[in-house]
Each structure stands twice: as C-alpha cells, then as structure tokens.
T-cell receptor
C-alpha cells in the first residue's frame, strides 16, 4: 500500500518548538508536501521537499530523508494561530503522480 | 485575484436526493480534483481531470459523478447511491500533475463545501 503515517495530535506551549513526523513508503517516491489546515478551512501550502535535506522558510522548516521514507515539519516560536491540522502529502510515480494524504496531525498551542 | 471558488459552502440534503457541488477556477490550471475529508481521516480522492472532456476515478468514486466541459469548471454530483455522503468536500487544481518534478504538482484548494444529509 501507500500508507502515510503521522501522529494524530500534539500539544505545545506558545513560544516552543514542535516537530511533526511523517513516514511513507519509499518505492516510487516523487516528492512530499506539507499543508496547514485550520478547522473548517481549505489546506494551504507550507513546504515541498524532493531531495534530502532541510528546507527553511521563516518559522517553519521541513526535512526529508528519501532513503528512510521520513520527513518532519518543524514549527518554531509557536504562536496561537499555529493551532491547526498539518497534512503530509506524498506523490508517487506508481500512483500516476497523484498526491496521497496522511490523516493529519492536529497541533494545539497553549498559552 | 486568481483562485478556486466552491459553492455552496454549506448544503443540506434529504436522503435519496442528488446534489451538485460547484467548483470554478481562474488559475488557468489544467488539472482539477475532488477530495472528500472525514474527521480523523486524510483527504481521499474522488475524481480528477487532467484536461477538458477527460476525467478519471479516484480512490472512492462510487456514488459520485463529474464532468469537465470547460477548463475552468469541474462540478461534482453526489448521487443517492453514495451511502454516506455527509462530509467536507474540497476541490483543488494544479498546473500539471504529470510534470513529476518541482512544485508544479502543488494543489491549490477551494474553501470547501460541507454537505449534511438529513
């Protein structure tokens, strides 16, 4: 199958750091996306990784290890507005390049 | 501003009725998609279309139908054959999902339509 696994929920304090892990099947891998989705709203693009390494974009960074089938999204200096669901999505050549989504990780930021 | 517009935002339907959800984009994207989202589950692909007058079934197409008569429009009909239609439906588009490199597979989403069957 093409399972994508990520934790269901995480809680952190305002100003702290949280790391959301995502694991996936490596065969045919062709890129990984992270999206943010606030309750009842559309997902919005956060980051894209296709090569090994870290991509940094302000307070958010995303890391990829292709050989391990592993990615993480790092949220630094957490703010209350970061409370949302974070979706890991993978593109596989074997799936005709369509994106498959994990179930999402709900992050709750507390004061 | 370019974007994707879904309507209606909220819809209530009685059992046995068909309903059609509208999706319009002015991004000039070739590919369009319909996803369904249920609590605790990832987005699941219902139908997708790479080009006008062509579309393919996704992972959960049963009980749904689509059309792609214009590049800008990709309406989804939820038929009475769909056993559990209550869900949040998201329409999306991308430049070209087949490029297989770079961010061109990035999906741009509409605001979603929440369907409730009474």
């Amino acid at each position: 199958g093409q399972n994508i696994d990520q934790p269901t929920e995480m809680t952190a304090t305002e100003g702290a750091i949280v790391q959301i892990n995502c694991t996936y099947q490596t065969s045919g891998f062709n890129g990984l996306f992270w999206y943010q989705q606030h309750a009842g709203e559309a997902p919005t693009f956060l980051s894209y990784n296709v090569l090994d390494g870290l991509e940094e974009k302000g307070r958010f960074s995303s890391f990829l290890s292709r050989s391990k089938g592993y990615s993480y999204l790092l949220l630094k200096e957490l703010q209350m507005k970061d409370s949302a669901s974070y979706l890991c999505a993978v593109r596989w050549r074997s799936n005709d390049y369509k994106l498959s989504f994990g179930a999402g990780t709900t992050v709750t930021v507390r004061a | 501003d370019g974007g994707i517009t879904q309507s209606p935002k909220y819809l209530f339907r009685k059992e046995g009725q068909n309903v059609t959800l509208s999706c319009e984009q002015n991004l000039n994207h070739d590919a369009m998609y319909w996803y369904r989202q249920d609590p605790g589950q990832g987005l699941r692909l219902i139908y997708y279309s790479q080009i006008v007058n062509d579309f393919q079934k996704g992972d959960i197409a049963e009980g749904y139908s689509v059309s792609r008569e214009k590049k800008e429009s990709f309406p989804l009909t939820v038929t009475s054959a769909q056993k559990n239609p209550t869900a949040f439906y998201l329409c999306a588009s991308s430049i070209d999902r087949r490029q297989g490199r770079g961010r061109t597979g990035e999906l741009f989403f509409g605001e979603g339509s929440r369907l409730t069957v009474l």
